[in-house]
């Protein structure tokens, strides 16, 4: 059965500072890949979605960016965070016609 | 971005009272899923209902779609406390690939 990692779960980190977070699956190949954050109280805002290796899409324009140095994993990262990059961030995947997959999600502090 | 909206923003109800939501979208779709979120962890996956199906049952939960109107609603029969979750819908836009979610409805049953 195809499980998904992200970590850490909880990160409180200062303002400046870098940031990596990762994100791993297991048991599937050549999954569609996908970073939200979700804001307290509010829905989920796709950042980043990537189709293969290499290969990422950005929605918004933002202080983050993404990588994908392998077919099953998934990191975000940020050389300088802001006050606002606060949040819960969530990875998931998903395979053709299937329905999205989540981890269980970073809960962020920047301070 | 956000895709869309659910209504209401907050529902509370009895225990064995049934549970409606809305979901209104603005583009057109491939399909649109329902996910529910317990407090402080990743989005559960409910129900799909495709673009050119009107209405789709599983267990307690009914989900019906009028794409006339682009909008979507859950209906959870007889409701437990183990019910109370936010519950988001989102679509796909066409894209097959991308998915973007509403601001979400919470939940809560009282016992």
């Known amino acids: 059965s195809q499980t998904i990692h992200q970590w850490p779960a909880t990160l409180v980190q200062p303002v400046g500072s870098p940031l990596s977070l990762e994100c791993t699956v297991e048991?599937?190949?050549?999954?569609?890949l996908y970073w939200y954050r979700q804001a307290a109280g509010r829905g989920l805002q796709l950042l980043f979605y990537?189709?293969?290796?290499?290969?990422i899409s950005s929605e918004v324009p933002q202080n983050l960016s993404a990588s994908r140095p392998q077919d099953r994993q998934f990191i975000l990262s940020s050389k300088k965070l802001l006050l606002s990059d606060s949040g819960f961030y969530l990875c998931?995947?998903?395979?053709?016609?299937?329905?999205?997959?989540f981890g269980n999600g970073t809960r962020l502090t920047v301070t | 971005s956000q895709q869309g909206e659910e209504d209401p923003q907050a529902l509370s109800i009895q225990e064995g009272e049934n549970a409606t939501m809305n979901c209104s979208y603005k583009t057109s779709i491939n399909n649109l899923q329902w996910y529910r979120q317990n407090s402080g962890r990743g989005l559960v996956h409910l129900i799909l209902i495709r673009s050119n199906e009107r209405e789709k049952h599983s267990g307690r939960l009914r989900v019906t779609l009028d794409t006339s109107k682009k909008s979507s609603s859950l209906l959870i029969t007889a409701s437990r406390a183990a019910d109370t979750a936010s519950y988001f819908c989102a679509t796909d836009r066409n894209t097959g690939n991308q998915f973007y979610f509403g601001t979400g409805t919470s939940l809560t049953v009282i016992p």
């Open positions: 048991g599937t190949s050549n999954p569609n």
């Open positions: 990537s189709v293969g290796i290499g290969q």
């Open positions: 998931a995947w998903s395979s053709t016609l299937s329905p999205l997959h």
